[in-house]
């Protein structure tokens, strides 16, 4: 049974310590995890404003008014915005929405339809 601490993929934290050869919990926040499937999950993670993970050409809709400059008027409330395209970064998703055309937006102010 490997000694070396792991981080928690989930909560970060640095005490994560091995149960068998293969698995790893966190003392934390009680994530399990397997070391070689972490490495392959290790892709681009985006999650909405109620934490649903979300995806490339997912729907989403807007859950703040978002003001716009340059615009007289912001994105309202409901606004639906159709097959959004993750990426790395502070605004980390890429979409186009009627009206204001190509926008970036933080996935803290969408939820997923």
């Avoid at 859950?63 to 970064?89: C, D, Q, W």
């Avoid at 980390?92 to 933080?106: R, S, W």
Wanted: aromatic share 6%; with cysteine.
């Amino acid at each position: 049974m490997p000694d070396e601490l792991q981080p928690c993929p989930q909560c970060k934290s640095p005490y994560g310590y091995a149960t068998s050869d293969t698995q790893y919990t966190c003392p934390e926040c009680g994530h399990e995890w397997t070391p070689e499937v972490q490495a392959a999950d290790q892709g681009l993670v985006v999650k909405d404003s109620n934490g649903t993970l979300l995806q490339d050409g997912d729907s989403v809709i807007i859950v703040k008014t978002l003001p716009v400059k340059g615009f007289a008027h912001a994105i309202k409330v409901g606004t639906k915005v159709k097959s959004i395209r993750l990426v790395e970064g502070d605004h980390n998703i890429d979409c186009k929405i009627e009206g204001f055309g190509a926008m970036a937006l933080k996935s803290e102010f969408v939820r997923k339809a």
